[in-house]
């Protein structure tokens, strides 16, 4: 991953002075999860380049259980994108290599720091997550930047495999080098969807102190704002509020009052389908029962009270979702009695596996979109025909709903791990033939509110063996 910052300003090599590095030296920064190395590859009086090059340790994220990416498979710790992309790390070697200039210091010459010098910025590679394109310009445009991105093919060997969310990201503005350091620093990681750090309120003061004198005029300050501090709202509303001291909170008050509305609309349709799913185990009389797939565990709490259930098995193939759902469920401070009726486990719904033998019932909730299409039958033996309970309650979006997310665009999936969504038609012969070719009889039901034409949100199926 490799930023360089480029100026024809006359003379070019002013930028060692302003930048606290010299065109001569190659030097090398110690982070906390790798290196940073900056060096000139150009130096002259017409134009100089200065590069910072980060050199990212996965092993090293790993050790320190930093958030890690790459969610949703066994190995996402180790391969993910952090050691290729422009994430929060650049923002930590950027503060770390230019604290100086940040700050709008400039030992030798500071009569540089007022002035406005011709920029160019090229960052390879930036990763666009939703609204990608979109959301980059929004960011940078107002500022005052000509923005110039080109997007990279997954595999340039294989272009019928089509483009990637992975671009080149060329800024140019005439600007002083402190507002430059101070943008790049807020803004690459308001792009970034998984940060390092947990946010905590000490990450606001570093928001303000270096969104100092331009974000509370940007438009998208917002949303700048939020994805910044990860989609926190009260973090978020406390930043807004600190930043517009004064100024009349009622229009930003509305638009997070709308947000978090939004966001109550998306919890509830969860709901709905773990609630719809609950009372279709309930229904089947199941007592001993598999949650596969089983995430943070909000299918098991709502099993838990219920006095049916003798035994409550979770599976998942994320150790860290594993993680999540033993501290959700409070299950360390869980009488003796009770512990005894959950179990915890890692596995894949794509081998054989004795341990999912012997119930009476499955749940998998929102997981085979997370599956590859080519793992889809083996997924159905291990299920279907090895596990065999007796009910198996599976449940997946509905692509044609999509459509009314105005955040998705139209061929957009509803997550980024997705690998498929299907519609209610091939949900529907999907379901089907499973039941024809192992022995299941199969009722469909839509969950959500259904819209004419398009369906519900998310959609069910209730396998029941035999007859
Ligand atoms: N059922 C949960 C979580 C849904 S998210 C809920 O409704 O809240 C999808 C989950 O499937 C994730 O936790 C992911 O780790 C898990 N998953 C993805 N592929 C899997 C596989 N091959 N085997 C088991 N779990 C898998």
């Known amino acids: 991953m490799i930023l360089q910052i480029s100026t024809t300003h006359n003379p070019a090599t002013d930028l060692g002075y302003l930048l606290h590095k010299h065109p001569d030296k190659f030097q090398t920064l110690e982070l906390s999860v790798g290196k940073a190395h900056i060096f000139y590859p150009e ?33 996402g710790q180790y391969v993910n994108d952090r050691p290729y ?20 210091k400039c030992k030798d010459k500071p009569e540089l720091v007022e002035v406005k010098l011709p920029f160019e910025v090229t960052i390879a590679i930036i990763p666009a997550p939703k609204g990608g394109e979109i959301l980059i310009r929004k960011l940078f445009e107002p500022l005052g930047y000509q923005v110039d991105l080109t997007r990279h093919q997954l595999d340039t060997k294989f272009p019928e495999w089509g483009e ?46 270096k969104g100092e004198g331009w974000l509370n005029d ?20 406390l930043a807004l509020k600190r930043l517009s001291e004064g100024e ?101 719904l794509t081998y054989k596996d004795q341990r999912l033998e012997g119930f009476d019932a499955a749940a998998v909730v929102e997981v085979i979109e997370h599956l590859d299409v080519n793992r889809l039958k083996a997924f159905e033996r291990v299920l279907f025909e090895f596990a065999k309970p007796k009910t198996v309650v599976l449940t997946t979006p509905n692509q044609e709903f999509n459509v009314m997310w105005d955040t998705l665009d139209a061929d957009d ?55």
């Not at 940007?218 to 509303?237: D, G, T, V, W």
């Not at 949900?427 to 969950?447: D, M």
Request: aromatic share 8%; charged share 30%.
């Open 248 to 348: 009349e909170m009622d229009e930003i008050d509305d638009e997070l009052a709308e947000q978090t509305e939004k966001q109550k609309r998306k919890e509830t349709l969860h709901d709905k389908r773990i609630k719809l799913v609950a009372e279709k185990i309930l229904e089947s009389g199941a007592e001993r029962v598999l949650d596969l797939g089983c995430g943070e565990g909000k299918l098991i709490r709502q099993l838990l009270p219920k006095k049916q259930f003798s035994e409550i098995a979770g599976m998942d193939v994320s150790y860290r979702e594993l993680m999540k759902a033993k501290e959700r469920l409070r299950v360390e401070e869980m009488s003796p009695k009770q512990k005894e009726r959950i179990t915890l486990f890692q596995g894949s």
């Open 43 to 75: 130096k002259s009086e017409a134009k100089t380049t200065i590069s910072l090059l980060l050199d990212i340790d996965p092993i090293d994220m790993v050790r320190g259980a930093r958030n890690l990416g790459g969610d949703g498979f066994a190995l």
């Open 413 to 467: 999936m509803r997550h980024d791990d997705h690998r498929f969504e299907w519609t209610r038609e091939e949900f529907s012969a999907w379901a089907t033939n499973v039941g024809e070719t192992y022995n299941y009889t199969v009722a469909l039901f839509p969950i959500g509110d259904e819209v004419e034409n398009i369906g519900a949100p998310s959609q069910m199926a209730v396998f029941t063996y035999g007859n």
């Open 164 to 209: 990637s969310k992975y671009y080149t990201l060329k800024l140019t503005h005439t600007i002083t080098t402190k507002e430059l350091l101070s943008h790049l620093y807020v803004l690459i990681p308001t792009l970034d969807n998984d940060k390092h750090y947990f946010v905590s309120e000490s990450e606001i003061e570093k928001l303000l102190q």
């Open 218 to 237: 940007h438009p998208e300050k917002e949303q700048i704002i939020r994805r910044y501090l990860i989609n926190l709202n009260s973090l978020s509303r």
């Open 85 to 104: 992309v422009a994430s929060s790390f650049m923002s930590v070697a950027l503060s770390k290599a230019f604290s100086s200039a940040m700050n709008g």
